[in-house]
C-alpha cells in the first residue's frame, strides 16, 4: 500500500494534505514511526512505513487508528494533549512471537488552521530487554546475597560454639590470634559421678541423651551469668570467667553459675528416674587462653588455674563446690563458705580449700 | 584463571548481550517462534537470563524439574530441541566465547534434552 495517501482528506484541504505528504515522504525510511492522526475522527492522514509496521493497516477500515492502535488510551492522549503541548506513553505491541516496545510522543501540529496529532513512535524494546534482564539478575543476586548471609551466620554460630565472640573477631580480622595470659581469671571444672557405670549399664543412647541435656542447660546458665564455657570432654564441663575479658565480678558470678548448675540437677533429679550427681571445682588463678590448631581449631585454656579447678574437682564430695582459697577471698563477702581445712593436692602442695555452701541471703 | 564459564566470558556484563542475542535467535528461528507467541516478553528474558546464567555456571539456580515443568505439553521435537541448543552454542561464539567454553555450555544443554523433549506417546 501507499504510505503517503491520505484516504478521506475532504476537499480544500489538499494543501494541507501535501504538506503533509512532502514532510513524511522524507521521513519515509526512517526507523522512528511517524504518524499524522486527525483526533476529531481517529484517522489517520500520513504514516511513514515504521509506523505502518508496528500498527499494520485493517483493511476493512483503512482510515480509523482505534483498532489499529489497540492497547492505547486513546481518549486519555486527547484529554492529555487539551492542556498541553506533548504526552508521552509506552505502549507494547506484538508482531508473532516477537514483542517491541514503542515509546511514543504525540504533539499537537497546526496545519492550515487544523490541529493535528503527529506521533513519534522510537523502539525501545533493546532498552526494556536490558531493564528485564538487569531485574532478573538483580533478583538472582540478592537471592545468593541473602543465602551467603545466612550461611555466614550459621558458620558463625558454629564458631561462636568453639571460642569467644572476641577472639572470633580478631580471627575474623587479622586471620589469626594470639595466646594471652590472664592473671586472675577463674575456671570451673564438674563432672559427674559414676557416669563410666552409667554409661556402661543404661542405654548408652539415653545417657548420651541426657548429659546433652543438661550440658545444654549449663550453656544457658554460664551464658546468663556472663561466663564462657570452654568445652566439654566426656562427661566434665569447663567453664571460665574473666577472659577473654575481665569484666569485675567474675568470680562472684561463675560462683553463681555453680550454684545454679546444683540446683538445676537437684531439681532434675527429684523429677527423673537417673540420678545426675556432679563434684564441681572453682580455682582462681593464671590462665593463658588460646586458639590451638589450624584445620581443626579450637579455643582451649592452660595454666595453674585449670589443673587446680581439676584437682578440686576430684577433691570435692559427690554435689558439692570446692573452691580455692583465692576463689574464697573474692567469693566470701557475697556466699556462705565453709572452711574445710588444709589438704594435699597433687601438684600443688598442702592447700587451704574451702566449699561453697550457698549464696549469702538465702542459705540452702 | 576464573572459576567458571560466566566469569570468564566478562560476567553479566556479557551475558547480558549474550542474552539478547539469543532472544532474537531464537524468536527469528522459523522452527521455533511458534513457541513464544503466547510467551510474556518479562517472563521470557527472566527465564532466558537465568537459563543462560545457569547453563554458563553463572549465579542463577536453574533446578531442572522447573526446566521439565516449563516445556511440559508442548509438544517439542528433538530437531528443535538441538537447534536451539545449537543457535545457544552460535550465539556464545560470536560472542567470543572461547570454543571449549562453548562446547561445555552446548553439552550441558544437551544434556537436558529428556527434560524438554515430549515423550512419544
Known amino acids: 500500500m501507499n504510505h503517503l495517501s491520505s484516504p478521506g482528506l475532504p476537499d480544500g484541504r489538499t494543501e494541507v494534505a501535501s504538506e503533509v505528504q512532502s514532510v513524511l515522504g522524507l521521513a519515509q525510511g526512517l526507523a522512528t514511526g511517524l504518524a499524522l492522526i486527525d483526533p476529531a475522527d481517529w484517522t489517520v492522514k500520513a504514516e511513514n512505513a515504521a509506523f505502518t509496521r508496528w500498527f499494520p493497516v485493517d483493511l476493512a477500515r483503512p482510515g480509523a487508528i482505534t483498532e489499529r492502535l489497540r492497547g492505547v488510551d486513546l481518549d486519555r492522549v486527547r484529554e492529555r494533549l487539551a492542556s498541553a503541548p506533548s504526552f508521552a506513553f509506552e505502549t507494547e505491541v506484538r508482531r508473532g512471537a516477537r514483542s517491541a516496545f514503542l515509546s511514543i510522543l504525540v504533539r499537537n501540529v497546526e496545519f492550515g488552521g487544523q490541529t493535528l496529532m503527529l506521533a513519534e513512535c522510537q523502539d525501545v524494546t533493546k532498552l526494556r530487554q536490558s531493564e528485564q534482564m538487569m531485574d532478573s539478575y538483580s533478583r538472582m543476586m540478592e537471592k545468593n546475597a541473602r543465602e551467603l548471609q545466612k550461611q555466614k551466620e550459621r558458620v558463625e554460630k558454629l564458631l561462636l560454639n568453639i571460642m569467644p565472640r572476641s577472639v572470633y ?41 541426657e548429659l546433652n541435656d543438661i550440658f545444654t542447660s549449663f550453656d544457658r546458665i554460664v551464658e546468663t551469668f556472663g561466663c564462657e564455657r570452654i568445652k566439654t570432654i566426656g562427661d566434665a564441663y569447663v567453664a571460665v570467667a574473666g577472659l577473654p575479658e575481665p569484666e569485675g565480678e567474675d568470680t562472684v558470678n561463675l560462683a553463681r553459675a ?60 559427690p554435689a558439692e563446690i570446692t573452691i580455692c582459697a583465692d576463689t574464697n577471698d573474692l567469693v566470701r563477702d557475697e556466699f556462705v563458705t565453709r572452711d574445710i581445712g588444709v589438704h594435699d593436692i597433687k601438684g600443688f602442695g598442702r592447700r587451704q580449700i574451702h566449699t561453697l555452701v550457698g549464696e549469702l541471703q538465702r542459705t540452702w | 584463571m576464573s572459576h567458571t564459564i560466566f566469569e570468564r566470558a566478562g560476567g553479566f556484563a556479557s551475558v547480558r548481550r549474550i542474552v539478547s542475542a539469543f532472544y532474537d535467535r531464537v524468536l527469528e528461528s522459523e522452527m521455533l517462534q511458534g513457541y513464544f507467541v503466547n510467551t510474556d516478553f518479562a517472563t521470557l528474558i527472566d527465564h532466558q ?71 512419544a506417546a
Not at chain 1, 580480622?173 to 577463674?186: I, M, N, V
Open chain 1, 169 to 209: 573477631e580478631e580471627l575474623k580480622d587479622f586471620g589469626t590470634t594470639t595466646p594471652r595470659r590472664f592473671d586472675s581469671a577463674s575456671v570451673l571444672m564438674l563432672d559427674f559421678v559414676g557416669f563410666s557405670e552409667m554409661a556402661v549399664q543404661a542405654d548408652p543412647g539415653t545417657v548420651v541423651a
Open chain 1, 258 to 317: 555453680a550454684l545454679r548448675m546444683r540446683r538445676y540437677l537437684e531439681r532434675r533429679n527429684s523429677a527423673h528416674q537417673t540420678a545426675w550427681v556432679a563434684r564441681i571445682g572453682i580455682a582462681t588463678g593464671t590462665v593463658i587462653g588460646s586458639l590451638v590448631g589450624i584445620q581443626k581449631y579450637v579455643y582451649d585454656i592452660f595454666g595453674p588455674a585449670v589443673n587446680l579447678a581439676a584437682r578440686l574437682e576430684h577433691h570435692s564430695q
Open chain 2, 49 to 119: 537470563t537465568k537459563f543462560i546464567a545457569s547453563m554458563m555456571g553463572g549465579p542463577a539456580s536453574f533446578p531442572d524439574e522447573v526446566i521439565r515443568r516449563a516445556h511440559l505439553g508442548l509438544g517439542i521435537t528433538p530437531r528443535e530441541f538441538r537447534e536451539m541448543a545449537d543457535i545457544l552454542k552460535d550465539t556464545l561464539l560470536d560472542h567470543g566465547v572461547v570454543p571449549s567454553d562453548a562446547e561445555q555450555v552446548h553439552a550441558e544443554v544437551l544434556k537436558r534434552e529428556p527434560l524438554v523433549v515430549a515423550r
